[in-house]
């Protein structure tokens, strides 16, 4: 049985889907500005964690993400400028144009880190209809109002509204930066925008019609709505970093469930911070340490999550060049110890020794995504008192979850470890230079000739992502 953390309850629970034949994960989506710093990914890589560890329990889960690409505003709360347009302005480009480069960005560090993309990846800007739908029905409830020219949600008119945190109304300057101003429009301090038809900054580039005059929608509102039209009116688990349990989680909950009338999500996932040793992680000062800067270092990305993996997603992680190394010769021995298992005479799989070494990773998993005793596991199934071919199995059956590559790792580096002078590792490798060679020039028929010839000696080909490999039988 799956122990979650909810943070709505602030107890492990546990996980119980609303409806047994469909599992529901929202993720909140990067806002595609800029590149995604490694912080951010430490949050999509744990949350690839739960998403992948429900499909192996069998879970039949429909995971949605939607993509910021308008209404984020510089602060959290609704003040500053949208920060699509900061970043059109620094590239002197368009915001879709920055939309469009950011989001591919987004989804080449994804690759690179195993992160599965999720079954729907929605950008806000395609859903501006379901925000009116949903912006109307709350003002005919009575929960929104116009004030300045805006619609604000009023969040006086709900029972209790901080879920996560146990502000009061006084101390509500969270998320609301010095430089920028209070919105006098507000009846109540804690109430935020569902729709700007003004604001100080006239240049905002992306605007559509609605029933309340030409504007654009503010950032909460896009995250219940995409769920909403994906997953339906119940939600089984919705992720996100910390810093977006408030006040960016508690208003999609104010505004979801004013509009269902009911209870929308049951689970709440948050992911701590990633934090250099001068504090919080930023785009814009220190070094941004982004997926390509570790990599022009010489760092394997699957090193970075196996150093996320190395610690639990409630606990806060201190980034340091030094934490990585050690992460990344761990990784690099990790492999080699697979590699070794691959060369070593297999046997066969004793199903009752790897089924003890999947209940203790299971066990790991199952205690809120202990990932770091879930590697433990991971290592204690490489030690046991079992033949290569049971070892294996468990590495494959875990790196499901895992996605540390390690079996691909691992073959890569026996073949480079192969005697090149030999001739016939020579003639290995001269073939699937010539294979290469003619699947780019479209040859389908010789590289197919190719792979069979060496299939006949006993070579097997595997095409990995990282280039192709071979097995000796
Ligand atoms: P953003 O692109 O700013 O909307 O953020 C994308 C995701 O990264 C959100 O889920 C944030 O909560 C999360 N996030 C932001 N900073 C960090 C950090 N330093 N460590 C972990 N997650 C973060
Ligand atoms: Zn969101």
Redesign the pocket.
């Given at each position: 049985m799956l122990y979650l953390y909810n943070s709505a309850t602030r107890q492990k629970e546990a996980f119980k889907p609303h409806d047994e034949k469909r599992t529901t994960m929202y993720?909140?989506?990067?806002?595609?500005?800029?590149y995604?710093?490694?912080?951010?990914?430490?949050?999509?890589i744990m949350?690839d964690i739960l998403d992948r560890y429900l499909r192996y329990l069998g879970y039949p889960l429909k995971r949605v993400m939607n993509i910021?690409d308008v209404g984020?505003l510089s602060s959290d709360a609704d003040t500053g400028e949208d920060?699509m347009l900061k970043g059109a302005k620094r590239e002197h480009k368009t915001v879709m144009e920055i939309a469009k480069f950011y989001t591919d960005a987004f989804f080449a560090d994804c690759e690179k880190l195993r992160i599965r993309r999720p079954d729907v990846v929605e950008p806000a800007t395609h859903c501006i209809g379901e925000f009116i739908k949903v912006i109307k029905k709350l003002l005919e409830k009575g929960y929104a109002y116009e004030a300045g020219g805006n619609i604000y949600f009023d969040t006086s008119k709900l029972e209790k509204y901080y879920i996560f945190n146990d502000f009061k109304e006084e101390d509500l300057a969270v998320g609301v930066r010095e430089d920028v101003g209070e919105d006098t429009n507000k009846r109540n301090k804690a109430d935020f925008v569902l729709w700007f038809t003004k604001s100080k900054f006239e240049d905002q580039e992306l605007k559509w019609n609605s029933p309340w005059g030409v504007g654009y929608p503010g950032w909460h509102i896009e995250c219940s709505c995409i769920s909403m039209k994906h997953l339906g009116e119940y939600l089984d688990v919705h992720?996100?970093?910390?810093?977006?349990a408030f006040p960016?989680h508690t208003n999609e909950i104010a505004q979801s469930e004013a509009y269902l009338g009911h209870k929308w999500c049951n689970f709440w996932m948050?992911?701590?911070?990633?934090?250099t040793t001068s504090g919080?992680?930023s785009k814009s000062s220190g070094e941004f340490l982004t997926v390509s800067l570790l990599e022009s270092k010489g760092y394997d990305p699957l090193a970075y999550r196996f150093f996320c993996l190395g610690s639990h997603y409630r606990k806060n992680?201190v980034f340091t060049y030094e934490n990585l190394d050690n992460a990344a010769a761990a990784y690099d021995k990790l492999i080699a110890r697979v590699a070794q298992l691959l060369k070593e005479a297999q046997g066969g799989v004793e199903e009752e020794k790897l089924a003890e070494m999947k209940a203790a990773f299971r066990e790991a998993l199952d205690n809120d995504l202990n990932t770091s005793l879930a590697v433990t596991a991971l290592y204690d199934a490489l030690k046991a008192d079992a033949t290569a071919a049971t070892k294996l199995a468990a590495v494959k059956d875990f790196d499901t979850v895992l996605q540390l590559a390690l079996i691909e790792k691992a073959e890569k580096k026996n073949e480079e470890s192969y005697d090149e002078n030999d001739p016939f590792v020579a003639e290995i490798l001269g073939a699937i230079r010539a294979r290469a060679q003619a699947k780019k020039e479209k040859n389908y028929a010789e590289a197919d000739r190719i792979r069979a010839a060496l299939l006949e000696k006993g070579v097997e080909l595997v095409d990995t992502k990282e280039g192709t490999t071979f097995k000796i039988r």
């Open positions: 993720t909140c989506g990067p806002t595609v500005y800029h995604a710093h490694i912080g951010n990914l430490r949050s999509y949350e910021t984020h920060k992720c996100g970093g910390i810093d977006n960016h948050h992911v701590h911070h990633l934090n919080k992680m992680l």
